[in-house]
């Protein structure tokens, strides 16, 4: 009986001294949960140390890893002996600092046996180096004469037949190789489909050859002057009009295609259900302050309302002090393990072992120096675990996002209580209620570590300021939890 996944697709990732993002991709590509892969990685030309890191990993993984060495001739001599060497029906690319949705391989793969289709290209996020969401690319079904206006493919989310490929390699240029293939391809099949779900994120980084504005400008004149043969003339108005389509792309990924962000927020704790990961996270005037963190993990989100600022988002206000969510939690019997994250505390040890009755590990966070260093930081959680962060915001909603995204086949539940668990716990005097009702917490916290503290409300104050004055607010949507 034949399977879902018996045709063999093939993973071809060029690679050239990528440090930072490589391990991010390719767990992507490992973790899908389409299985019947090879992956194919060519290095072009990489330094010693990433020579051996590669053999190493094509060791760890035999059946799965092919790695091919070879001297330097940039990307588009990469992904052609890639493809070359491929041996799949099938042919998917992707970036070495880019990374997938875990079930890119097999929901594409899904639409091209349903349509009958050889080429299928994606939607995809862009995100920066601190793993923010810049905007949102949606694609959409394009022909020749389309394609001809502007380059709407990402090339980490493309996927198409294996002949197809090996019969239209890239061409040898810096930026605008994958310009050239779309466009032989179109004129072969007549359109190339497009598939308005996220599957992929796109790492957007200043030094790239991608970001160069010049050498985009002049090899986009030599993909219609020298490939398409169109005259100098014609050449230049379309290298021109190709670049004011960009600036328009542009505008529609960062400001049109990303919104509204839904997030769900909570009232009533007998309705959290853990049933699936989720990270509970304080809906107050610093969180807000950093929504955009939040993007990637929109759907795990889940808000309480701790501050007066959120008054002005959400409809229903009933606040709860951070310090009350542990005895508002009912934690169900399948939850083994609870790991408490961040700085050393006995006293929050104790306090947690007390209220659930079972043992508590503890996970010690270095000193972060700025949030890209947060967002590279890694390690593993033991499945079915209850994780508590107890950093200041927004690092420790960058540590839940990061846990998650490396844990993302495991049922992991994350509180980010920031200083809430101190006083839970006892380690720090409790807001006295009439400070409480008149929402003057952040007063009567100024007492202590006054400087410190002042400097970074004063910051986040100016950053809701500045986004309630252009309405950023309007384009998120909070939604209770019902």
């Known amino acids: 009986m034949k399977s879902d996944q018996d045709d063999l ?99 594409q793969i899904k639409i091209i046996k349903k349509k009958k289709l050889k080429f299928i290209h994606g939607s995809y996020f862009v995100l920066d180096k601190e793993e923010r969401i810049m905007g949102k690319f949606l694609s959409d079904k394009l022909n020749y004469s389309e394609l001809m206006k502007s380059c709407d493919i990402g090339l980490s989310t493309v996927m198409l037949c294996s002949n197809l490929a090996k019969e239209n390699l890239f061409p040898n240029i810096t930026t605008k190789e994958d310009y050239v293939c779309w466009l032989k391809i179109v004129k072969k099949i007549s359109y190339l489909h497009g598939d308005s779900d996220v599957v992929t994120f796109y790492r957007r980084r200043k030094n790239s050859l991608s970001s160069n504005f010049i050498t985009k400008f002049i090899n986009a004149f030599k993909v219609y002057f020298l490939y398409e043969k169109v005259g100098i003339f014609l050449s230049l108005i379309y290298t021109l009009r190709l670049s004011i389509f960009y600036i328009l792309k542009e505008n529609l990924i960062r400001n049109k295609n990303l919104y509204p962000i839904k997030f769900n927020y909570i009232v009533d704790f007998e309705k959290l259900n853990f049933d699936k990961s989720f990270i509970l996270v304080a809906l107050n005037m610093a969180s807000l302050s950093y929504t955009n963190l939040l993007y990637t993990n929109c759907k795990n989100i889940i808000f309480w309302i701790d501050g007066v600022c959120a008054r002005f988002v959400i409809k229903n206000y009933k606040k709860t002090a951070g310090r009350k969510i ?157």
């Open 9 to 107: 697709i093939s993973v071809i990732i060029p690679f050239y001294n990528e440090e930072i993002y490589f391990d991010d991709c390719i767990n992507s590509v490992l973790k899908q949960s389409y299985k019947n892969l090879e992956i194919i990685i060519i290095n072009d030309g990489s330094d010693q140390i990433y020579f051996d890191q590669l053999n190493q990993l094509a060791e760890k993984f035999p059946k799965l890893i092919n790695v091919f060495h070879k001297k330097n001739e940039g990307v588009s001599s990469a992904r052609n002996l890639g493809i070359k060497k491929a041996r799949g029906k099938y042919i998917s690319f992707i970036d070495a600092d880019d990374r997938w949705l875990p079930n890119k391989i097999d929901h």
């Open 326 to 482: 542990i005895e508002k939690i009912s934690l169900p019997e399948t939850i083994n393990n609870i790991t408490l994250c961040g700085n050393k505390s006995d006293n929050q040890i104790n306090y947690l072992k007390s209220k659930f009755k079972k043992e508590v590990d503890f996970i010690e966070l270095p000193f972060f120096k700025n949030l890209y260093d947060v967002s590279k930081y890694k390690f593993n959680i033991k499945d079915n675990s209850l994780i508590i962060l107890n950093i200041a915001t927004p690092k420790q909603e960058i540590i839940a996002n990061t846990i998650l995204k490396n844990n993302y086949e495991k049922k992991l539940f994350i509180l980010c209580l920031g200083g809430g668990i101190a006083m839970a716990a006892g380690e720090e005097e409790i807001v006295p209620e009439k400070f409480e009702q008149m929402n003057l917490e952040w007063l009567w916290r100024l007492r202590t570590d006054t400087f410190f503290r002042l400097k970074r409300l004063t910051k986040t104050a100016f950053i809701f300021f500045i986004k309630k004055t252009f309405n950023y607010f309007k384009k998120i949507n909070f939604i209770e939890l019902n």
